[in-house]
């Protein structure tokens, strides 16, 4: 079956940096495309970034852009996201998801047919 793991999350201070990975299996990696996703507490959950097949096309939420970068390794079937200048508004529960689009960057969450379970993101001031 899909799964997707997250990994890389953690309690940090304000100002430095973290990669998330997600490594992705029973699926066609190469035939999706990629997004990011938080959800912070008693918050709805919102898109962060996104990744086409081939990484060539990327697409950023207005509160990460210049701060955040979304990156693949279809050899490695892997979805990354580099985090820097983290801000303690950037604690949330991280979540990757695949869409079956590949050639899209969507910030919509009904868009995307697999999920992971997330990882924690806890920046302290």
């Known amino acids: 079956q899909v799964q997707l793991v997250e990994s890389g999350g953690g309690l940090v201070q304000a100002g430095v940096s973290l990669r998330l990975s997600c490594a992705a299996s029973?699926?066609?990696?190469?035939?999706?495309?990629m997004g990011w996703f938080r959800q912070a507490p008693g918050k709805e959950r919102e898109f962060v970034a996104a990744?086409?097949?081939?990484?060539?096309?990327?697409y950023y939420a207005d509160s990460v852009k210049g701060r955040f970068t979304i990156s693949r390794d279809n050899a490695k079937n892997t979805v990354y996201l580099q985090m820097n200048s983290l801000k303690p508004e950037d604690t949330a529960v991280y979540y990757c998801a695949a869409d079956p689009n590949r050639y899209r960057t969507s910030p919509i969450q009904r868009q995307y047919d697999y999920w992971g379970q997330g990882t924690q993101v806890t920046v302290s001031s």
């Open positions: 029973g699926l066609t990696f190469g035939s999706y495309a």
């Open positions: 990744i086409t097949w081939s990484g060539y096309s990327t």
